[in-house]
């Protein structure tokens, strides 16, 4: 079994910040990429950032700038450091993560969700 944990989400002012938490735990062998997604509804979800497992990331346009994504590998842990946060950004944040487990079986896991609203 794998457990994906989310934090940090809440209530923040426009032009506030925000950092996000996921902790993988659990059969887990090794992680490859992790990546933040966010949905509103009505909405597909969208990748917001990823990082790989040598530290490469990427982000989507509209958070470049903005939006920071980092990993601890000593603690399966992959973070999102939000500022100058919009309320465009406002929306459920998923954590995703690609890992091999002990089994050596390759998958992806999904968080629970976060919310984010970002309102004066």
């Known amino acids: 079994q794998v457990q994906l944990v989310e934090s940090g989400g809440g209530l923040v002012q426009p032009g506030g910040s925000l950092r996000l938490s996921c902790a993988a735990s659990g059969s887990i062998f090794s992680i490859a990429t992790m990546r933040w997604y966010r949905q509103v509804p009505g909405k597909q979800r969208e990748l917001v950032a990823g990082?790989?497992?040598?530290?490469?990331?990427n982000y989507a346009d509209s958070v470049k700038g903005r939006f920071t994504i980092s990993r601890d590998n000593a603690k399966s842990t992959v973070y999102l450091q939000m500022n100058s946060l919009k309320p465009e950004d406002t929306a459920v944040y998923f954590c995703?993560?690609?890992?091999?487990?002990?089994?050596?079986?390759?998958?992806?896991?999904w968080g629970q969700g976060t919310q984010v609203t970002v309102s004066s």
């Open positions: 990082i790989s497992s040598g530290g490469s990331t």
């Open positions: 995703n993560v690609d890992l091999t487990t002990i089994a050596r079986v390759f998958t992806t896991y």
